[in-house]
């Protein structure tokens, strides 16, 4: 448990967090949220560490999110249960210290990124994207709701594209990333290695470290290959993720003969129905709100949706049994009634 995470600092000043779990595509853990916690704390009031990276060990990706399948086990007893909502907890205060940390935070979105990953990133300061990046919030595919924030930056996306990344839980790659504010620059991989390199090895003991990092970047930066694909879609998203509920969502694309419509009707029907209206209504709250009040209104809705048997479905369904067919409680949108869905953003009001 120790090497899930490993710390280190280069002479020159720049220090490092490895998110080690490789096998498991380094799925955060309780165990690996409260060192980091500390260790950031640690850092920022060390004047000798100027910058951080913030990397993920073995090939296939920074980090897919929390560890499902300890959260799969809250179910079984209290004490599960408390450690899933500590869990959450710890994740959300490391995500809003990363939001707000005083010192240059370089992460590196390479590979997998999905759900906490994106949590963990998205308040850095310098996000790098390359052509392996796969960034999605997939928690509609469990019978959850995107959390580590996502109410406050998905609503950073161009028009309704953060409504559909959310509703949908698509995966997207390294332009659409960088169109939907998730990311700030793209590089090759090889080029993201030389860059790292060169971080690791340059003195930041100076007072012009911005300076001296936008000159680093710009000499490893390039664009990607393909254009942003949401980008031609904006206008037809904004058409038919505008609306404020649903079943006005699914009778516009229902009006729609395109491909597209067609096909973003049947993935929508295909998700919860609790979790689609939850987060669509978490979407548009968000709208005007602070990073901290949304984070508190994810912890409100996470241990809601920890005492939802829709979600221990969704779970099983997808990381258990991997069947992929699931068998909700509320098997159609008009079973989840208003009165249902304001009893999610209450505290403690929902019980399995």
């Known amino acids: ?4 995470v490993l710390f280190s600092v280069e002479d020159g000043g720049a220090a490092i967090i490895t998110l080690n779990r490789p096998k498991a595509l380094n799925s955060l853990s309780t165990d690996m949220l409260n060192p980091i916690r500390e260790k950031l704390k640690e850092w920022e009031a ?5 910058l951080i990276l913030l990397q993920g060990a073995g090939e296939k990706g920074f980090c897919a999110g929390g560890d499902i399948k300890t959260l799969y086990q809250a179910q079984s007893s209290q004490d599960a249960l408390q450690g899933a909502e500590n869990f959450f907890e710890v994740e959300y205060e490391v995500d809003l210290v990363i939001y707000h940390y005083p010192k240059p935070i370089i992460a590196c979105l390479d590979g997998i990124v999905m759900g906490g990953g994106v949590g963990l990133t998205y308040g850095a300061s310098h996000r790098i994207v390359t052509e392996r990046t796969k960034w999605a919030m997939p928690e509609m595919n469990i019978g959850f709701f995107p959390d580590v924030g996502a109410g406050y930056f998905l609503n950073k996306a161009p028009g309704f ?4 990344l959310a509703l949908t839980a698509s995966t997207i790659k390294a332009a659409d990333v960088l169109f939907a504010n998730g990311a700030d620059h793209y590089m090759t991989s090889d080029k993201l290695f030389d860059f790292l390199q060169s971080v690791k ?25 393909a254009n942003s694909e949401l980008e031609k879609l ?7 993720f505008s609306r404020n509920t649903i079943e006005e969502i699914i009778q516009s694309l229902d009006y729609d003969p395109s491909e597209f419509a067609r096909d973003t009707k049947h993935l929508l029907l295909s998700k919860s129905p609790s979790s689609l209206k939850i987060t669509l209504q978490q979407l548009i709250d968000a709208r005007e709100k602070t990073v901290e009040e949304c984070f508190k209104t994810d912890f409100i809705l996470a241990r809601n949706f920890l005492r939802h048997r829709d979600f221990y479905e969704g779970v099983r369904s997808v990381v258990i049994d991997k069947d992929r067919n699931p068998h909700y409680t509320y098997q159609s949108l008009e079973e989840f009634t208003e009165e249902d869905k304001k009893r999610f953003f209450q505290e403690n009001s929902v019980t399995l």
């Open 1 to 4: 448990m120790a090497n899930e």
């Open 161 to 164: 594209i953060g409504y559909y």
């Open 234 to 240: 904006q206008t037809v998203i904004n058409h038919h």
């Open 46 to 50: 060390n004047d000798e560490i100027r």
């Open 201 to 225: 090895q340059t003195d930041w003991h100076s007072n012009n470290i911005n300076s001296i990092l936008n000159q680093l970047i710009k000499k490893y930066s390039s664009k990607p290959a």
